[in-house]
């Protein structure tokens, strides 16, 4: 069973903040969404847990084990959607998945299926610096998936996306959601759909955590995320 252990977590830029303190549990099965209002801390925590940053005080732990101080093995068990695409732009689209294919020991095949399972198999001869930001927020996607990982942390997967980017992307998600799934999102439709757990950050601290079967719809949620961030009423 996947276990992500998160204690005390706190990232502090300067004399500023981020996240403090913040402690979470997830496993596998769980999908949380995670919500907050702009500059609540969800892409800091989102880089803390997929080591693209190192925290200020706190750990995260994976079935018991440091990330921070994870081998490649552990962090290949993480796939990660961030704003940042992360993609080489000397490289074709393939080319970008065939090398994760190798670094993560997966067959090549694998890239042909996740090309076409993000409608991208028809361009997959040209680099991603031609592509819109849509293509390659779906082509990161894609990367993502490759390994099959245990943990997928997501920041903002539908931003930039199509409605029919966002149709396959919510379908790729249901497929996935037997794994840990964490997703930031300003989008509570297409959040809630998703998660089963809601978390709701603001000035870098978990105001609210609470299964998502709590709330009737979406807009019961919503109204219960204003009142957790101070809105209520505005
Ligand atoms: N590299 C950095 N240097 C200084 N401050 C930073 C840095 N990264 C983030 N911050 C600050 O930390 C706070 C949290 O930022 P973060 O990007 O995590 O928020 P967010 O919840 O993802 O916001 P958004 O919804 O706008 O994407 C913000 O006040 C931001 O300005």
């Known amino acids: 069973m996947t276990r992500l252990a998160v204690d005390g977590l ?3 830029f300067g004399q500023f903040d981020a996240l403090r303190a913040v402690d979470l549990e997830v496993s596998d099965g769980e999908f949380l969404g995670l919500f ?39 962090r290949g068990r993480l796939g990660v959607v961030t704003h940042d695409t992360m993609l080489y732009d000397d490289l074709t689209a393939r080319e970008n998945l065939r090398l994760h294919a190798r670094l993560h020991g997966v067959d ?16 997959a001869s040209e680099r991603p610096n031609a592509f819109s930001h849509g293509m ?35 379908d790729v998600l249901t497929d996935v959601s037997d794994r840990l799934v964490v997703m930031a999102t300003h989008d509570f439709d ?21 299964r998502a079967d709590e709330y009737a719809d979406h807009g019961a949620f919503e109204r219960a995320y204003r009142e957790a961030v101070g809105l209520e009423g505005t």
Do not use: M, W
């Open 136 to 170: 390659r927020k779906r082509l990161s996607f894609a990367r993502a998936l490759l390994h099959d990982p245990d943990v997928l942390l997501l920041d903002e997967p539908y931003a930039g996306l199509d409605q029919r980017a966002a149709a396959t992307l919510s």
């Open 10 to 12: 706190s990232k502090r």
């Open 190 to 210: 297409r959040g809630f759909e998703h998660c089963d757990r809601a978390v709701v950050l603001d000035r870098g601290q978990v105001q609210l955590d609470a």
């Open 108 to 123: 090549a095949d694998r890239c042909e299926t996740l090309l076409d399972r993000v409608g991208l198999a028809h361009r």
């Open 36 to 74: 907050g209002p702009n500059g609540a801390g969800k892409s800091t925590l989102i880089r803390l847990l997929s080591t693209l940053a190192t925290p200020t005080e706190g750990t995260v732990l994976l079935d018991g084990e440091p990330l921070g101080e994870a081998s490649d093995a552990v």
